[in-house]
T-cell receptor, first 115, second 112 residues
Framework: NAGVTQTPKFRILKIGQSMTLQCTQD?????MYWYRQDPGMGLKLIYY???????DKGEVPNGYNVSRSTTEDFPLRLELAAPSQTSVYFC??????????????FGPGTRLTVL | DQQVKQNSPSLSVQEGRISILNCDYT??????FLWYKKYPAEGPTFLIS?????DKNEDGRFTVFLNKSAKHLSLHIVPSQPGDSAVYFC???????????FGTGTRLTVIP
């Protein structure tokens, strides 16, 4: 199993550009998540999905969109990139969301810089 | 508003000694707590967890202690090994919710 994979690993965007961060998991997990980690800070939840076709906002959703058409894929879309979106983005998945099964498996991250 | 706090950004420990990483939380609704370990250029990996119905959970060299009245938990690593050098994140959630709240992390350096 590859686990959770993310592409690209690095990206530099200009202000106002858009891009999609890709995330795929091969563990047949129902739940998937997008986090961002700013320097010196903890991870903050952007969006999550409890299954194909179902998504919801997390703590910091502004400036992002997501979709979940399959169990495996959970892309994160940035429209009109801003310098405040410079961060490291982590995708994660889990079998369930709560209790003792909430081990979230993380991808390696995408480091995004907006100039 | 940081609901999970790790007040020590870094910790250095000699190999073989005990490492103690601390975490405080403010939300009394949290009932499940996790520690994640992160190496550079990798995603966090799950290390150990504890439910609020327990005050201790042990897994090999790693033990997590929970003090609900103080809203405090700690991770003990004994004995510490150079391979334990990483950033450790404390995280908390309320069962049934989907938002895992992370602390800011503590960078542990184990000196050979």
């Amino acid at each position: 199993n590859a686990g959770v994979t993310q592409t690209p690993k690095f990206r530099i965007l200009k202000i106002g550009q858009s891009m999609t961060l890709q995330c795929t998991q091969d563990m047949n997990h129902n739940y998937m998540y997008w986090y961002r980690q700013d320097p010196g800070m903890g991870l903050k939840l952007i969006y999550y999905s409890v299954g194909a076709g179902i998504t919801d906002k997390g703590e910091v959703p502004n400036g992002y969109n997501v979709s979940r058409s399959t169990t495996e894929d959970f892309p994160l879309r940035l429209e009109l990139a801003a310098p405040s979106q410079t961060s490291v983005y982590f995708c994660a998945s889990s079998y369930t969301s709560g209790g003792s099964y909430n081990e979230q498996f993380f991808g390696p991250g995408t480091r995004l810089t907006v100039l | 508003d940081q609901q999970v706090k790790q007040n020590s950004p870094s910790l250095s420990v000699q190999e073989g000694r005990i490492s103690i990483l601390n975490c405080d939380y403010t939300n009394s609704m949290f009932d499940y707590f996790l520690w994640y370990k992160k190496y550079p250029a990798e995603g966090p990996t799950f290390l150990i967890s504890i439910s609020s119905i327990k005050d201790k959970n042990e897994d090999g060299r790693f033990t997590v202690f929970l003090n609900k009245s103080a809203k405090h938990l700690s991770l003990h690593i004994v004995p510490s090994q150079p391979g334990d050098s990483a950033v450790y994140f404390c995280a908390a959630l309320q069962t049934g919710a989907n938002n895992l709240f992370f602390g800011t992390g503590t960078r542990l350096t184990v000196i050979p």
